[in-house]
């Protein structure tokens, strides 16, 4: 084999292998994102969340469907993908209930561990490049704990 073609074959490889890579790492985060999840924090526009609503704050993921809810309250349920390659990680939720019903939410997340963080833009708004909100952007940022398991 000549050299060139061995360096192609050798580039094509390295490419499809990260691409693997990339669909696995996926594939994982969407398994640790399954089932439900509580609120540790929140934020919208700079301003932090009140403790007492954070603390009724659930997410519950099955597959590629979430629901959130506050206070009693649905926020949202949607389905979502997710791309593990990009740096931050993305993640898009196509909103099927709640307020934002019909709309598409960029944002980007963070897993670590049992908790994981989102941020995400306002409905059909540019995605968020970074993990902060500040007045009048209309982000929403929060962080949130895998339930205890109950028997």
């Known amino acids: 084999m000549k050299r060139s073609n061995l360096m192609v074959y050798v580039l094509l490889v390295a490419t499809c292998l990260s691409a693997l890579g ?16 509580t609120m540790v924090s929140g934020e919208r526009g700079g301003t932090q969340m009140p403790a007492n609503i954070v603390a009724t704050g659930r997410r519950v993921c099955k597959d590629d469907q979430v629901t959130v809810n506050v206070g009693g309250m649905l926020i949202m349920k949607a389905t979502f993908t997710v791309d593990a390659s990009k740096s931050p990680k993305t993640i898009d939720y ?55 398991k109950q028997d």
Not at 22 to 37: I, N, T, V
Request: glycine content about 12%; aromatic content about 8%; proline content about 7%.
């Open 22 to 37: 990339a669909d696995d790492a996926g594939k994982a985060d969407l398994a640790l994102m399954q089932g439900e999840w």
């Open 94 to 148: 196509d909103v099927k209930d709640g307020p934002s019903k019909g709309k598409k939410q960029l944002g980007i997340y963070e897993p670590n561990g049992d908790t994981l963080k989102f941020c995400f833009a306002e409905p059909d708004q540019p995605r968020p490049d970074s993990f902060e909100t500040k007045a009048g952007d209309g982000r929403t940022l929060s962080v949130w704990k895998k339930a205890a």
